[in-house]
């Protein structure tokens, strides 16, 4: 498939590792078209991909991954622009952290979210939130954190959701059973609003591969 | 042990009537000395128990259980006053929701929590967060949640933090183990913010005997 992922962060160096491994058409966007962090990933792995600007990775891609900085991804999606975006499924996985203050906050949450934001403003893209409650290490390969644990998914089309659903299966090995739909793309505040909790486990446990598991009780 | 219970609604039934089983001289505190929900709750353990003012009820506990509606705590507290709370254990059990707008949100969250507006306004109460993540049926019986599972602590007191970690297994029957401390007060901004994931998997799942566990992978 071809396929987009915007932003050379981490985030979307390891996604668009996997993707590429796997033997997808893969273009990684950036700011500039020839970024230093996305020629450096080109040589990563072996030159088979592509590189350039956010807008014409996602004018290639049939699906677009958004691994932009949380904090920058409005910006980065209007760079896009609503055309490349158009009827696509956009998953968007960065959480909107603010590091500049001390204690990390998020920039919006509560009464909206980050992924609510993106659906706004391009109303004809199928915003799909997922992976932002885990580390990306463990996003491409869930087996890093032992035994069944839980990945939230949301957004407002169901044909999206399941899609982001069997790739996420196929392409990275989540079990499909522990992927939970939480509803329309207004579930994102919940699944941004975990950073907190995350962030301090993360300095507690010492390393990001750890994830959470959902126990049912009968009622 | 002497202990009050702020709170007539169902998380402060809940915890004292399982405070009350459990032999402990409890006075259930709210806005009335008789409130008709004292009084029923009291006729519920079979006299067994008192009730008061929140400030009659904190005056009597040598620890606090602060079970009153998380949007209306700082009010409930203030009516106690500080000379009631002066070096106690305060166990801050509610969750800032606003219910009145539809969705659920926050009155609180982000930059700052509950917890911490409890612990400023009343610098010498002994401030810990600890069971909001969970139903109040869950709080008194964890084994109503198959397997472990993790409930997250947080406050400035060592000591304080220590006596709460006891009482919550000697009392409730949560193992020492499963008892997360995220550190000083202000992890209760991520506890707090766990309720929006919360209430979507509550109304997915259809009943409240749900919770997490934490899985942890190897560096």
């Given at each position: 498939m071809k396929i987009a992922v915007l932003g050379s962060g981490m985030?979307?160096?390891?996604?668009?590792t996997k993707l590429v491994?796997?033997?997808?058409q893969v273009m990684m966007g950036s700011r500039t078209a020839k970024s230093a962090a996305g020629q450096e990933w080109l040589c990563s792995v072996g030159g088979k991909?592509?590189?350039?600007?956010?807008?014409?990775?996602?004018?290639l891609g049939e699906s677009v991954f958004d691994c932009t900085n949380g904090a920058n991804s409005l910006t980065a999606l209007r760079a896009v622009g609503a055309n490349n975006l158009r009827g696509k499924v956009l998953i968007n996985?960065?959480?909107p952290l603010d590091f500049s203050k001390g204690m990390p906050t998020l920039t919006v949450c509560n009464t909206d979210s980050l992924g609510e934001q993106l659906?706004?403003?391009f109303p004809e893209a199928l915003v799909v939130k997922a992976l932002n409650t885990v580390n990306c290490e463990v996003m491409v390969k869930p087996s890093l954190v032992p035994g069944d644990h839980n990945l939230f998914i949301c957004g407002n089309d169901q044909g999206a959701k399941a899609k982001v659903n069997r790739w996420l299966c196929d392409w990275f090995g989540w079990k499909s059973e522990n992927i939970i739909d939480l509803?329309?793309?207004s579930g994102a505040r919940g699944m941004e609003m975990w950073m907190p909790i995350w962030l301090r486990l993360y300095g507690k446990i010492g390393h990001p591969h750890f994830n959470l598991r959902l126990s049912i009780g009968s009622k």
């Open positions: 985030v979307g160096n390891t996604i668009a491994q796997l033997g997808h991909a592509q590189i350039g600007t956010f807008a014409d990775a996602a004018a996985v960065g959480n659906q706004r403003e509803g329309d793309i």
